[in-house]
């Protein structure tokens, strides 16, 4: 090597004569699954790859247990990408190695958009968020918990104990419970995760378990809505502690998220969205007892007369609890059936509830199903990969989105519209009035009770995203809506996101594009909100 660099007068030879006498040293660097970009993503692609087919007794008893094998087993048959390596053998009849084999694996991650993520993910949570919920549980005896009494904390935290590496290798070497309760509560130096890097300190693994149930998780996709190109992609906030993946992996309570299903529901049975409805409390027959949705001190328009838009755009219980109503028992099966058209696999609970979104459901759902509205009404499945070659180049595999036509271009479009409203006037209003936003936006916000879970699901031109924000366990959340909505806790992020997302005019993402409006389109939409009290008389329907 030296004599070539010599001959084409690169070196002169009295400085390659020196290098030749040094010795060669290799450094052999090891690659952690910790480091590097995309962490969750990379292992999500990992996992997928390499599963085996779903053997129904894998997968345990009970409901869960049937729904995860029925999920997995879809994706076995619908999903190239999932058991990739089972599926495609090499022409000998061996499978590849995913490690060794050299494999070119081509994703849709832009990683410029995956650093803009992070980076709004980060900021939101470890400046504002974070430091607001520390200050807001400091000094109660339960933190981070709430609604709970002793024995619950202990069942928690007993639960989390459980799930620590010290607890399985104290387990492991037939260590009494308590005598590992004893040695989880002695204080010892230690170290634990803060935002800006790790904290030593003298804590007990029970302390240290308590600690960390304070912090706050997240979890972000970012889709290109005709490809459905996977973008961006992140399970949660720091891979190296926090390796729980909740896009794919988390399922949580959506929230108002939910709603926009429901009014899709009576969009395609030509209810107008003008519709004017008495705003009162509805109640729903549930076995021998009834239930009635809350609406948390929001009554100040009640007994007066309001629009389906109106309800949609400031998520309104009573407004969709009436709407329901009208379908009622039968669209109970309707609404899931769209939902399962738009991409939903998670278990949807057949009861009036449902419409206050008490379903646990990924974010990689959500952010599917509602890229539908801005899609024409044709749902495409998120997708990670392209193309996978070997590593001489050679094509192995290449990969499409599944595409179903789940609503019609027109009813798509009517609902984009009211999407629209809940950003122009309704709960997801500071997009535009704090943020500034002046291109074309379209979504809703989702808070779970006693704000567990925040969640916000966006719809641009040319991107669509959805964040959630929560803490590990449901017991833990904000005490008021203030601070623990979905806008407060969630839309920041997607906020951020889409400021650094516009400002780079690379990525060819602009304010200036357009939904697409499908030819001689008209619904009118303008309502007049809301309107004088109506008789009593007008109370009557239900």
């Known amino acids: ?11 002169d030879s009295l400085t390659a004569d020196s290098v ?38 894998d997968y345990g008893r009970g409901r869960k247990g049937l729904e995860a094998f029925e999920r997995d087993s879809t994706r076995w048959y619908h999903d190239p990408l999932y058991g990739w390596i089972a599926k495609n053998p090499r022409p000998d009849g061996t499978n590849y190695n995913i490690y060794k084999d050299g494999l070119q694996i081509h994703t ?7 650093e803009y993520a992070e980076i709004s993910m980060k900021e939101h949570l470890s400046e504002f968020l974070q430091p607001a919920f520390f200050y807001e549980k400091e000094g109660r005896p339960f933190a981070p918990f709430e609604e709970v009494d002793e024995e619950a904390v202990e069942s928690i935290m007993n639960a989390g104990i459980m799930q620590s590496e010290y607890y399985r290798k104290l387990k492991g070497r037939d260590v009494s419970w308590d005598s590992i309760l004893m040695k989880f509560n002695e204080p010892r130096e230690t170290k634990v995760f803060s935002w800006n890097g790790m904290i030593d300190t003298i804590l007990s693994p029970y302390d240290s378990i308590r600690y960390m149930k304070h912090i706050l998780r997240s979890g972000f996709m970012a889709v290109e809505p005709w490809s459905g190109h996977v973008k961006a992609y992140i399970g949660d906030h720091t891979y190296r502690y926090f390796q729980y993946d909740h896009v794919t992996q988390g399922r949580r309570q ?3 998220t939910v709603k ?51 309800g949609l755009a400031h998520s309104h219980n009573w407004v969709s609890a009436w709407l329901f109503k009208t379908f009622y028992p039968g669209g109970i099966g309707s609404m899931i059936t769209i939902m399962k058209k738009m991409g939903i696999t998670s278990y949807i609970d057949p009861v009036p509830s449902m419409i206050l979104g008490p379903s646990d459901i990924s974010l990689e ?19 990670y990969v392209t193309r996978i070659e070997d590593k001489y180049g050679n094509l192995i595999s290449t990969f ?47 808070t779970t009770q006693n704000q567990r879970d925040g969640w916000l699901i966006g719809i641009t031109p040319q991107q669509s995203a959805g964040v959630w924000v929560g803490c590990e366990d449901r017991s833990a959340h904000f005490d008021e809506l203030g601070m623990g909505s979905g806008g407060r806790m969630a839309m920041p992020i997607w906020a951020k996101f889409f400021e650094s997302v516009y400002a780079d005019s690379n990525l060819g993402i602009t304010e200036e594009e357009f939904f697409d409006k499908p030819e001689c389109f008209y619904v009118d939409l303008d309502c007049d909100e809301p309107t004088a009290r109506p008789s009593s008389s007008d109370f009557n329907d239900f």
């Open 260 to 310: 926009p299903f429901l009014y899709l529901m009576a969009m395609q049975e030509k209810i107008s969205p003008c519709k004017q409805i008495p705003l009162v409390p509805i109640t729903f027959p549930v076995g021998d007892t009834t239930w009635t949705p809350g609406v948390d001190g929001r009554n100040s328009y009640a007994g007066q007369y309001v629009s389906l838009k109106w």
């Open 1 to 11: 090597m030296f004599d070539q660099m010599l001959k084409y007068e690169y070196l």
């Open 108 to 114: 849709t991650l832009n990683m410029k958009m995956q």
């Open 20 to 57: 030749k006498q040094l010795p060669v040293i290799a450094q052999n660097n090891i690659t952690s699954h910790m480091r590097g970009k995309a962490n969750h993503f990379r292992t999500f692609l990992r996992v997928s790859m390499t599963a085996d087919r779903p053997v129904r007794s």
């Open 365 to 383: 759902e959500m952010v599917g199903a509602f890229n539908t509205f801005g899609n024409q009404g044709i749902y495409v499945s998120p997708t």
């Open 254 to 256: 959506v929230g108002s």
């Open 400 to 446: 499409q989105p599944r595409e179903v036509e789940a609503i019609d271009e027109e009813t798509a479009y009517l609902m984009l519209t009211l999407l629209k409203e809940v950003v122009n006037k309704g709960t997801a209003g500071r997009l535009r009035c704090f943020y500034q936003f002046e291109g074309e936006m379209a979504g809703n916000t989702g």
